[in-house]
């Protein structure tokens, strides 16, 4: 099946009043399968928005391919735009209108049933809100409107930039029970956001962009696996040991970074070798787990924001997917 979303060097030029120029897209990359969760993360000015509005035909590209459900896009964005919902930035709703109001509009403009406004009310939880009038909504019933408004086409691929602003823990919670329940159903979700852990949660898969350039792309599994540091967590019976276990570790060939409880260990292939070698010292582990990086470290590192520190959490490797397959 060919991938829902796909976009190949695409470069976009931005020129100033006064002269000059800004490059936001220096060549970028993407593609998203078919019934996907997919992530899309950078920092603020790494291009993102961008992206996501050349993709829809709200600006043009300098260069570059797309292909949107199989078709290029621009030139084929009137064949494809009717299965495609979208949100990119915050949408502006009048405020004297009730929910059902908005959707009832925004329905008969698009050819879609009536019927589908109720649906869509009960999906984004606010189907008891639906009368009151918008202007009395928090900005999260407000994001939750808008995440409506870009499902009343019942879309194949739903874009969404920042669906969980202004959400308290409840409601992102409930926004990520959408998600999946979206995908579960064969719809394909781009999802930009900056609640990295809420992404790598939700997400099947991400694509990082820095500086207008692809810098990582594949599953979140692979993505983190492929940036993972390589070391164990190593914690003893006692804690008293760990001068010596540290000693004993190095010696076998290991690389050592002692903490107040606990060693993080490189260098060494194989955990069972830890174990052996400070068991033959009478040190007895307690603790032995590999250190992986979680999305938001491996975020901060690819763009230039601050090194991997990796997160002290075992790693399930059923999940893990060979890390030659993540593209850097």
Sequence with gaps: MAPVL????????????????RTALDGFDMVVEAGEVHGF?????SGKTTTLRTLLGLIKAN????????????DHLPAVIGEVGAIVESPQFFGHFSARDTLSLLADAGNVPQTRVDEVLELVGLRDRAKDKVKAYSLGMKQRLAVASALLKQPRLLILDEPANGLDPGGIREM?????????????????????NEVEQICDSVTIISRGRRVTA???????????????????????D??????????????????????LVAGIAKPAEITRTLAARDLFVSELSPVVADLESVFLQLTGTAPVTGQHRQVDQSVVAPVSEVTA
């Design 218 to 240: 594949g599953s979140v599994a692979q993505v983190l696996a492929a940036h993972s540091t390589g070391q164990v967590l190593v914690r003893l019976e006692s804690p008293a």
């Design 6 to 21: 796909e976009i190949h060097g695409l470069h976009k030029t931005y020129r100033g009043l006064f002269g000059g120029s």
């Design 41 to 45: 993360l950078g920092p603020n000015g």
């Design 242 to 263: 760990l001068a010596t276990a540290g000693a004993a570790l190095t010696e076998a060939g290991g690389r050592v970074t002692a903490h107040p409880d606990h060693l």
């Design 176 to 196: 990520r029970d959408l998600m999946r329940g979206l995908a579960a159903g064969g719809m394909t979700v781009v999802l930009s956001s900056h609640i990295l």
């Design 63 to 74: 260069g570059g391919e797309m292909r949107v459900l199989g078709r290029p896009v621009p």
